[in-house]
């Protein structure tokens, strides 16, 4: 090692790879919640920028004591989740459609190609008039709001399964249907549900967009009241509501893909 | 049963790929065929199992498969094509749901398969746990769930690495010694040929044509590599395909 032009080879490789930390996600929301804490506190930021998040607590706690929490959260959810059940599956199913026959392909991606960049909020008022004022138009809203992304997502997945898998399965006989169900579906599952991640976040967004048009309860109504009233923290404790929903969402996925992609290790 | 083709011709567009094929595929044989890359011999096994048409001429399946029979002609392919969601049981069972055998029957015949290729134990596994020459023993063992009339085997081994590839290649002697069955085995691996085959047809570079059938006498559980008869067929099976695989080599290139 004495010999000047005898050296370590210098290592280059590593990175690119993040592996999981846990808690990390945590402690950024506490820091930020912090600072606005300690910063509202201090009066380094004022009242009317920001409002004090033990203050917007406290509305969270009059909220949930009230009962009117539940009045607002249990209409969202219903709207939600009828909206979204029927997008994602008409939408899988058209999905798979458009991916298997190649009439109902080309008839049917220049369609939603034409439809997946309209703002749904703008059509409202047309589904007020095709399915009345009350909750049909929302469920409409929000389904024709999942619909696209889901159909996109699952025909782009189908299209990725292994022909090879395909070929396989009619090497030994399989009718149309065992292949479809027990090889195409299980096969495009995983562009399927991150297409879902997606298409579930839109669903809430639409719920939101719908319930601020018109709606007497609901989250996205409590949000525009107290919005047009200039109470920030009952604004935000609504805002707080919808971000919780989207992690719930979001972590009942997960939940889905560990169970039904567990093959993927 | 027997498999013939009388006088394939087939073409992808302009490009010409096979030329008059005739071959008979004869009860209880193993029928090898070798030639350079691109030669059309993997679509002649497609054609052979109904899974390409070709543009000319005809395969025939001559008499009845036999008794218990699910599925005449199966396919083992050269990347497993295993279902990655399915455990091995699971696999070797897509191929019988559709043929109503009975939940009983069903299990019997897997556990029967699954013995006979020496993966009882791995039963629960999924694919990706196995490895290369694991996945193709289970690929194996799903086409014998079906007793094949005829087994298509694509390059089976191309994908594994040599000591596996010899491993297999004994483990396929040793299931047709028990119990013969017919065979056509595609390979661009001479060595393979001459151990497995009764019959080696011979395929030029494109547009693939029969250039010579080799048959070779010596019983499979007796074939060593060593052996100097086996050796001679080999080297002149080489000094046929060498030109051949020169020239489509080189034409490859200017495609």
Redesign the interface.
């Known amino acids: 090692m004495s010999d000047p032009n005898t050296r370590p080879v210098p290592f280059r490789g590593g990175g690119f790879a993040p592996r999981p930390r846990r808690g990390i996600g945590l402690i950024v929301f506490i820091a930020l919640i912090a600072l606005a804490e300690i910063g509202t506190r201090t009066g380094w930021i004022t009242a009317l920028t920001l409002p004090r998040p033990s203050d917007v607590l406290a509305t969270f706690g009059e909220l949930w004591n009230s009962g009117l929490l539940f009045k607002h959260l249990q209409p969202s959810l219903t709207r939600l989740i009828v909206g979204a059940t029927l997008g994602a599956s008409v939408g899988i199913s058209v999905g798979v459609l458009i991916a298997l026959f190649s009439y109902i392909r080309a008839g049917l991606v220049p369609l939603v190609a034409a439809l997946f960049p309209i703002p749904k909020i703008a059509l409202l008022p047309l589904f007020v008039i095709w399915f009345g004022i009350d909750e049909g138009s929302k469920y409409a809203l929000i389904a024709f709001g999942t619909f696209t992304p889901t159909v996109v997502a699952t025909y782009g997945a189908v299209d990725n399964v292994d022909r ?2 395909i ?9 149309w249907f ?1 292949i479809v169900r ?2 195409v579906l ?2 495009a599952m995983p562009g399927i549900l991150s297409g879902l991640r997606v298409s579930l976040a839109i669903a809430i967004i639409l719920l939101v967009a719908a319930e601020m048009l018109g709606a007497e309860y609901g989250i996205g109504a409590y949000i525009l009241e107290a919005g047009s009233l200039y109470d920030l923290e009952r604004l935000f404790a609504g805002v707080v509501i919808l971000s919780i929903l989207g992690v719930l969402v979001s972590a009942g996925i997960t939940r889905v893909e560990k169970r039904v ?1 567990r ?3 | 049963m027997e498999l013939r083709l009388e006088n394939v011709c087939h073409a992808y567009g302009e490009t010409e790929v096979l030329r008059d094929i005739t071959l008979t595929v004869p009860r209880g044989r193993i029928v090898c065929i070798v030639g350079p890359s691109g030669c059309g011999k993997s679509t002649l096994l497609r054609m052979m199992g109904g899974l390409e048409r070709p543009d000319r001429g005809e395969v025939l399946q001559v008499g009845a498969p036999p008794q218990g029979c699910l599925n005449p002609l199966t396919y083992v392919f050269q990347d497993f094509a295993l279902l990655p969601w399915r455990s091995v049981e699971g696999n070797v069972a897509l191929a019988l749901e559709d043929h109503r055998t009975g939940r009983a029957r069903q299990a019997e015949i897997i556990s029967d398969v699954l013995s006979r290729t020496n993966l009882t134990e791995f039963a629960r596994a999924l694919p990706r746990q196995l490895s290369g020459g694991m996945k193709q023993r289970v690929a194996i063992a799903r086409a014998l769930a079906v007793n094949p009339a005829v087994m298509l085997l694509d390059e089976p081994l191309s994908a594994l690495d040599a000591q596996t590839r010899a491993l297999l290649m004994d483990d396929l002697v040793g299931l047709w010694t028990r119990a013969p069955f017919t065979a056509v085995y595609v390979t661009h691996n001479l060595a393979e040929a001459v151990r497995l085959g009764h019959q080696i047809v011979v395929l030029s570079r494109r547009p693939g044509q029969i250039r010579e059938v080799v048959e070779i006498d010596a019983p499979l559980e007796a074939r060593d590599n060593a052996d100097p008869a086996l050796e001679a067929k080999r080297e002149h099976l080489w000094t046929l395909m060498r030109d051949e695989a020169r020239a489509a080599d080189a034409e490859l290139s200017h495609v």
Do not use: E, N
């Not at chain 1, 070929?167 to 009718?175: E, H």
């Open positions: 090879g898998l070929r396989m399965g009619q090497s030994f006989g399989l009718t065992s027990k090889i299980p096969g992609l093959w993927r290790g």
